[in-house]
């Protein structure tokens, strides 16, 4: 089974428009943390933001927030007001903290998003 | 403020030939990670390393060999290359001491196989 799945291959908004990047997740640990990074067309990978299963609070990064609902195992990413530089591949990982974990990334397949004028 | 560096960017071999990815490191990071990015399969971890000296097997580790002499520096090996090892290879490397500790990457290195 996928530990981590986006099943948004791609995705169109708006400029100025917000828009959620699903990511759902499958782990048996308590102690879990939920990344998200934006890879744009040069190919680099860029860390966007952090949710740790502990917190209780959604994690907010600038435009960037996190819509964490454990119990579904989601940890959807919210972009708010986008913008033509936000068109990139999104990555959803996860680290699970239980023994021998290693602190290792899991991640998702990507999600394309395009952000039109 | 180099971070994280791979070295080649860029390579082409034939079957068969050997070759190794360097990747350094100048953040005093304990954790290193080699993984591939292929179109739609995301990123897979091939190797990764949790101080000097050890080395262990990620998801797709098969054809692929490494070695971490040096706290910095983590080498990723390919003994004898096969086409589907054509992909786009990145470092990172972690430090979970303190904050959410996420991978810091390399800027990839593209390695065609033919």
């Known amino acids: 089974a996928q530990k981590i799945t986006q099943t948004q291959p791609g995705m169109f908004v708006q400029e100025k428009e917000a828009v959620t990047l699903d990511c759902t997740y499958d782990t048996s640990d308590q102690s879990y943390g939920l990344f998200w990074y934006k890879q744009p067309s040069s190919g680099e990978m860029i860390f966007l933001i952090y949710?740790?299963?502990?917190?209780?609070q959604n994690a907010t990064e600038g435009r960037y927030s996190l819509n964490f609902q454990k119990a579904r195992k989601s940890a959807n990413l919210v972009i708010s007001a986008s913008q033509l530089g936000d068109s990139a591949m999104y990555f959803c990982?996860?680290?699970?903290?239980?023994?021998?974990?290693?602190?290792?990334?899991?991640f998702g397949k990507g999600t394309l998003l395009t952000v039109n004028p | 403020n180099a971070g994280v560096t791979q070295t080649p960017k860029f390579r082409v071999l034939k079957t068969g030939q050997s070759m190794t990815l360097l990747c350094a490191q100048d953040?005093?990071?304990?954790?290193m990670y080699w993984y591939r990015q292929d179109p739609g399969m995301g990123l897979r971890l091939i190797h990764y390393?949790?101080?000097?000296?050890?080395?262990a097997k990620g998801e797709v580790p098969d054809g692929y060999n490494v070695s971490r002499l040096k706290k910095q520096n983590f080498l990723l090996g390919l003994e004898s290359a096969a086409p589907s090892q054509t992909s786009v290879y990145f470092c990172?490397?972690?430090?979970?001491?303190?904050?959410?500790?996420?991978?810091?990457f390399g800027e990839g290195s593209r390695l065609t196989v033919l």
């Open positions: 990172a490397s972690s430090y979970y001491r303190t904050g959410p500790g996420e991978l810091f």
């Open positions: 949710q740790g299963s502990y917190d209780e």
């Open positions: 390393s949790v101080g000097e000296g050890t080395t």
């Open positions: 990982a996860m680290r699970e903290d239980g023994g021998g974990s290693n602190y290792k990334l899991t």
């Open positions: 953040m005093n990071h304990e954790y």
